[in-house]
């Protein structure tokens, strides 16, 4: 038919698909002011709500006073736990199984935490409003460390648990104790470190931490008492989620929720969970008929929503003389705050932490993790990570580290001699998972051999020797960290949330024209989904990814889905999204047999169209199937094309990377400089090696914030003492380092584009990273362990307690 | 992070400020560049009910260099010092402050007068302008007059200037001799951990005067006199400079917060110092 067919590449690479370095579709409304934010909306009548916040980490309230906020002109209504409680709202569930204050109900529990919301018409007024409602508090006693919350006389936070021996995981056997959790064979873990050659123990600690996305936390909510719908737009990861359990909470039909999540200014975890503003703007709306806004400012999303980790980690691992690791013991001591708050899947309340065996082939090992109530802000979410693997990271990276010390060897040989080897995938892990395919070894060689490893060690030694000598103040750290993930929640079989199987979802529609349209359950952040899933369906079903509109976040619109966080996107609604396009081409190959009037099998797929076997010259392009589709009658095929792929998957999948960062430092004023930062991400399967750059950058950049300065640090009485970006580290393009990044692939073996996710890597491996850089430029001097932040006054003082100050 | 109500004033006078001064009271406050007050009213840490705002006051602008006196409006922005070229050889330190302040955008509207007026220990411009023995002129409904930046500074938000007046510019002698300023800061955009202003001047080899302030490290800024003391006459040798160190430490009295421990700020305060004055030596 056509002999001015173009060759198969050049046909490949206009679909801009799997591997196309395609830029990204969002970014032109993005850099253009264009994007579509909550707080852009507005609705006409809309009112504006705003909190009145506890000034106490732990407070009685005596009494609430909102006669002179109802005086001020404008002002419309002013929620209380009391207004509330009719309603059964006052309180509401958590992700985590317990449940949660939306106002507070004859205390609080933390500073900063919401006890009446006003309603206004203007935003101004409600901010005015905020300062005339009179709280009276009497102060209690504040707990703020985890480990004197479980003393036998610690104050009781939660009296509404008062006589409750056990909660949603299990037994409670303090009344500020959740839960224990633990994974892995005790008895035998314990037997190996008592009897091995050598053991290392460390506590180490991963402070509490906030994602701080761009954008912070807010929705408008509007109740259509005509029709009885409910609309919400809110900064939501996973607005499916969020409208069954509002069905739930507030009895209204799910049919009548319409959930929409817009434009959102990153997330990071801080957008998973269900904040008190939500309730109230709905209850807001509810009750004045209005369309209600509430969004937060910078110093609410720090003191108020989700926190990130806040483990203490005590670590014992043992290895044989020669630096064989045998084993593995970790017991946790996790921070929740007030309300267990953490948005983990439901059988797994620390998250997916039992992957702190990390890269290594250890035989054996056990996990306790005991989770505690405190007197600071509820969350636990997962910061840029999966559900806690960015501390299980840290823990392990440092244990190894500390353990080479013991033994006095090399770090990286000791990494060498004890990664899972490639021919032991899919490997089980001692702590109960079943890694997909990885290739550690390789990839390791490869980062070693990138930054002349060897050649770095003996820079390092002869700085070390300048340093003793009084030539030089600065030391060098040579930081190094392999790391593997787990992302992709997950298997319906164990992994939902509040109920709800973590399975997610895409819906294409073809048009009669040759373009197309997908939906999925998830919702872009950031991460580009509008151009990376576009680039999947494109190598799948032959159409250029330009023509593929990506549409998520409308549950109106989009089939049912889990949402975005945990790096979940690719590997499971990536996964959905080749499967329904492989559903397209399956329908398209009778089409196309039909009108070339051959056999189904007599054709087969070609990149864009499908072909007669043999006769290369005789064919039908997708474009020109898709017209058919909709435009003449096949016999035995109905109308149109359109597919939908629920998908489950049959198992996690597990990327991992090696990374490396060459730290100055100032032992005389505790500052640092990123000379070199080596980052080899193996995500599998490359969608879009841009992409995947972008993301590697800006991950590493939260993680050197995290290491080298990032916390939410409270005083004594519960303050919170860094609510603001002065004090919390936001780094900006001056403190950013310059990042080198590299790849080895091996896909997964089981997702259908064997493509990993990346989206969290960067987090995970570079906070290691960058904490073991630190910590290796003193290894010399005696230092095993220091906590994070690694700021100007922390290294300062590790120096300065190792003697470098004379 | 909305403030409570005010009204907004702007004159376009000295007087016509002032004069809103009286009328209001300590119910008025001057707005100049924003960036200290306005996050203040934001926080609503203060409250007050009429802003008055200069920024249409031309006579409050602009440098002027005549001879070996300079003079600054108060509303000459920090970017406007960076980037003037007769200050940059007149009086480099004053570009290598500002450019050590905040962020280009603070730099766009803050103001040399905000800062120096602000009474913030944290502000980087009042100790460069003790370091250079500088005079601050001040309007009031009793007219105008001066006070040395070296006794302006009371204690934190406390300054010698009353309710009713307004500073409107800042004169100085051109330093003789090198200068520095060295501040040790967290990231881009915060104020000091430690800080200091160092003018050396220098004659066949040996050290003829030195003047030394220090930002942050007490409730004022902390101008030295001991410390510079210590150097002068000396060759600059070690133990010279460990002298004025010691005279420093023994001037400031840092308090412990997010940046660090006052132990910590001690020590900071030294390296900085001791930076300071080997690039002040180096530039005489
Ligand atoms: C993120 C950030 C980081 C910063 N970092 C630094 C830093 O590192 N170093 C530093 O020095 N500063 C820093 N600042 C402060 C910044 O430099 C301010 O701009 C400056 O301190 C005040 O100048 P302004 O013109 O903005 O004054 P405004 O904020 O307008 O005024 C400050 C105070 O001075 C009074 N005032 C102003 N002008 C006059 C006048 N002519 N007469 C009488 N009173 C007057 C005002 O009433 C007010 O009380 C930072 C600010 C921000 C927002």
Redesign the interface.
């Given at each position: 038919m056509n002999d001015m067919t173009p060759p198969k590449d050049e046909r490949a690479v206009a679909l801009k698909g799997l591997g196309a370095s395609r830029k990204r579709v969002e970014d032109v409304r993005f850099t253009q002011g264009k994007g579509n934010y909550v707080d852009d909306l507005k609705l006409p009548g809309m009112l504006f709500g705003d909190f009145v916040r506890s000034p106490y980490a732990h407070a009685r309230i005596k009494s609430i006073n909102s006669e002179k906020a109802k005086a001020l002109p404008g002002v419309v209504a002013v929620l209380t736990a009391a207004d509330l409680a009719p309603l059964n709202l006052h309180w509401m569930p958590t992700l985590a199984g317990d449940v949660q204050m939306v106002l507070a109900d004859g205390k609080v529990l933390f500073q900063g935490q919401e006890v009446a919301f006003v309603v206004a018409n203007d935003r101004y007024v409600a901010a005015d409003a905020v300062e005339l409602v009179e709280v009276e508090y009497e102060e209690l006693p504040v707990v703020v460390d985890p480990f004197k919350a479980q003393a036998p006389d610690a104050p009781v936070l939660r009296e509404d648990l008062a006589g409750k021996t056990s909660g949603a995981h299990g037994p409670r056997r303090h009344h500020n104790h959740i839960f224990t959790w633990e994974q892995g064979d005790r008895d035998a873990t314990e037997k190996v470190l008592s009897s091995a050659d050598v053991v290392a123990e460390e506590m180490v600690y991963y402070h509490r931490t906030h994602p701080c996305p761009l954008e912070t936390c807010g929705c408008v909510a509007s109740m259509d008492k005509v029709n009885g719908k409910l609309t919400v737009h809110g900064t939501f990861q996973a607005p499916h989620a969020v409208r069954t359990v509002a069905s739930l909470i507030s009895g209204i039909a799910e049919h009548n929720i319409r959930i929409i999540s817009p434009d959102i200014g990153g997330g990071f975890g801080n957008k998973v969970g269900v904040y008190p503003g939500y309730i109230c703007a709905i209850v807001a709306s509810i009750v004045t008929g209005k369309p209600v806004k509430w969004i937060e400012d910078r110093m609410e999303n720090l003191m108020a929503t989700a926190f990130a980790r806040d483990y203490w980690m005590k670590g014992r691992i043992s290895a044989t003389k020669d630096g064989r690791i045998t084993g593995l013991s970790c017991h946790v001591t996790a921070d929740h705050g007030a309300f267990d708050a953490c948005a983990d899947p439901t059988k797994f309340p620390a998250g997916f932490f039992n992957i702190c065996t990390g890269s290594y082939d250890i035989p054996v090992a056990h996990l306790a993790v005991d989770g505690v109530y405190t007197n600071k802000a509820p969350g636990g979410v997962a910061y840029r990570c999966s559900f806690r693997v960015t501390e299980a990271a840290y823990f392990i990276e440092r244990m190894i580290e500390v353990l080479a010390i013991k033994l006095g060897m090399d770090a990286a040989e000791l990494r060498t001699k004890n990664f899972i080897r490639k021919d032991q995938f899919p490997y089980q892990s001692a702590l109960g998972w079943e890694y997909d395919s990885g290739d550690y070894h390789t990839a390791w060689d490869k980062a070693l051999k990138a930054v002349d490893y060897a050649g770095l060690r003996r820079e390092q030694a002869d700085r070390i020797a300048d340093f003793k000598a009084g030539k030089t103040r600065k030391l060098l750290g040579i930081g190094l960290t392999h790391f593997t993930e787990i992302v992709g929640a997950g298997p319906v079989k164990n992994c939902d949330i509040l109920g709800l199987g973590m399975f997610d979802s895409c819906e294409i529609r073809i048009h009669p024209t040759g373009s197309a349209i997908a939906r999925l359950g998830t919702i872009s952040q950031g991460q580009g989904h509008a151009t990376t899933f576009a680039q999947i369906l494109a190598s799948e079903i032959g159409l250029p990814a330009d023509d593929i509109t990506v549409e998520e976040g409308d549950t109106d619109t989009a089939p049912y889905g889990l949402g975005t966080y945990g790096s979940r996107s690719t590997p499971v609604a990536g996964a959905a999204t080749a499967m329904a396009g492989r559903k397209i081409r399956a329908k398209a190959q009778m089409i196309a047999a039909y009108l070339l009037e051959v056999h189904d099998d007599d054709v087969e797929w070609d990149i864009d169209r499908f072909v007669v076997k043999g006769a290369p010259e005789r064919f039908k392009t997708m474009k020109e199937i898709a017209f058919a589709a909709y435009n003449q009658a096949i016999p035995g095929l109905e109308p149109g094309l359109e597919a939908v792929s629920y998908y489950d998957p049959p198992n996690m999948t597990y990327p991992f990377g090696a990374y490396i960062c060459v730290m100055e430092i100032d032992v005389d004023t505790g500052e640092h400089k990123v000379r070199q930062f080596y980052a080899l991400d193996d995500c599998g399967t490359r969608i879009n090696p841009m992409i995947i750059e972008g993301q590697v950058h800006g991950g590493a950049t939260e993680g050197y914030a995290i290491a080298m300065g990032q916390e939410i640090a409270y005083d004594e009485i519960g303050n919170v003492k860094t609510g603001t970006l002065m004090d919390f580290f936001l780094p900006t393009a001056w403190e950013t380092p310059h990042y080198t990044t590299d790849f080895t692939v091996t896909p997964s073996p089981h997702h259908p584009i064997g493509a990993k996710g990346v989206g969290e890597s960067p987090n995970v491996g570079s906070v290691p990273a960058f904490s073991n850089a630190v910590h290796d430029a003193f290894r010399a001097f005696g230092l095993t362990q220091s906590h994070m932040p690694h700021d100007h006054w922390r290294i300062w003082k590790v120096a300065h307690d190792l003697g470098l100050h004379g | 992070?909305?403030p409570?109500?005010f009204e907004y004033h702007r004159p376009d006078s000295v007087e016509a400020a002032v004069k809103l001064l009286s009328d209001f009271g300590e119910d008025a406050r001057v707005v100049a560049g924003g960036h200290s007050l306005i996050p203040m009213m934001k926080l609503?840490m203060t409250d007050f009910g009429h802003l008055i705002d200069l920024q249409a006051i031309d006579a409050l602008k602009g440098i002027r260099i005549d001879g070996r006196r300079i003079t600054i409006g108060a509303m000459t922005t920090q970017h406007e010092i960076i980037h003037h070229a007769g200050l940059a050889t007149a009086a480099p330190i004053l570009a290598e402050a500002a450019g050590q302040i905040a962020?280009p955008q603070v730099r766009y509207m803050g103001t040399l007068g905000g800062n120096v007026a602000n009474g913030d220990p944290g502000n980087d411009m009042p100790g460069v302008m003790q370091c250079l023995d500088a005079t601050f002129h001040l309007n009031g409904p009793g007219g105008s007059r001066v006070v040395k930046a070296r006794d302006f500074y009371e204690a934190a938000y406390f300054t010698a200037r009353a309710e009713d007046e307004i500073l409107t510019a800042v004169s100085f002698d051109t330093p003789a001799g090198g200068q520095a300023y060295v501040k040790?800061k967290?990231?881009?955009?915060?104020?000091a951990?430690a800080a200091a202003a160092v003018v050396i001047a220098r004659s066949g080899g040996r050290c003829t005067a030195a003047s030394i302030a220090m930002t942050n490290l007490a409730d004022t800024p902390v101008w030295c006199e001991e410390a510079g003391a210590a150097l002068a006459g000396t060759d600059l040798s070690a133990a010279a400079i460990e002298a004025a160190v010691g005279a420093m430490d023994r001037a400031i009295d840092p308090q412990s917060d997010?940046?660090?421990?006052a132990e910590?700020k001690r020590?900071?305060a030294a390296?900085?110092l001791r930076r300071a004055i080997a690039a002040a030596a180096a530039r005489a």
């Open positions: - | 992070m909305i409570a109500p609503r962020d040790q967290r990231k881009i955009g915060d104020y951990t997010n940046r660090g421990p910590f020590h900071a390296v900085v």
